[in-house]
């Protein structure tokens, strides 16, 4: 059985992605995960924190869970088995505690958060999840609510497509909800063309035969722009993108957290580390 962790630090925009996660849960027959990992608060300032206990911060956390899960079951009918851990540490160390001994299918967060038992927000915990775990990772934007996927855009900088490309992870998805996939490369004026471009997007469509993948095109200076103003336009339900070093995630999250443009949009995004092998991807619980 397929396994789908959410983390959560109790806000209303964890709740969102929560929300997301239970959905998709059971649109694919899988199992969810609430985790909250809390720490001990820590005071910028001369003013001292009222005194509580590490048994106490565990309490709430623990109550807290206990009674996301009683709703979740309330509202599902109880047919979607729901479990929950608490965890005292660093967010991306105990996901990928998790994710070892789990193999979890993918991770859902939120693009922001609030101080308190946990932070998750772009710039910062999500960005370290992505870069540190071997596991897809689903961000869902402020408002976005889960819908099957119809057409799924997957973004390329048409580089190392062979090495690059999870086809078992996309195969899996897309066949599921029997989605329209879209490759989506964005260029300016043939900037980031070379000699290779034609032979890469030659290996990507054969990687992804059987998928019946259209390649666009799209002419923007910014790439997160032009990815964006294209899945609004399109109606694209997801958007893949590939992590790496100096890739295309890298530019997309560095502009979008600048100018919000992520924090805005409401298409939810997946990202697949560069690293994902095809054996994890084969391991995955049936």
Known sequence: MKLIIAPTDFSPLADNSVRYGIEMARAM?????LLNVY??????????LVNISLDEIRK???????????????ITGKHLQVY?????????????????TLHPYAIVMGTRGVTGVGRFFLGSNTMSVIKHLEVPVFIIPPGATFKPFKKVGLSSDLREVV??????????????FNADLHVLNVDYKQQHFTPYTPEETMNLESLLSGLNPVFDFIENKDVDEGISEFA???????????????SILEQLFEKSATRELIHHTRIPMMCIHHEVHEEVAKNQPS
């Open 163 to 176: 090495d690059s490309t999870p086809v078992e992870h996309l195969r899996e998805l897309v066949s599921f």
């Open 232 to 246: 609004e336009k399109n109606n694209i339900d997801l958007i893949i993108t590939l992590p790496k070093k100096h």
């Open 29 to 33: 027959g899988a199992n969810l995960m």
């Open 60 to 74: 709430v956390s623990e109550d807290k869970l206990t009674e996301l899960k009683h709703n979740i079951e309330t």
């Open 84 to 100: 929950t851990e608490s965890r005292l540490g660093d967010v991306t160390e105990e996901l990928q505690k998790l994710s070892n």
């Open 39 to 48: 720490q001990l608060p820590i005071s910028y300032s001369e003013v001292p």
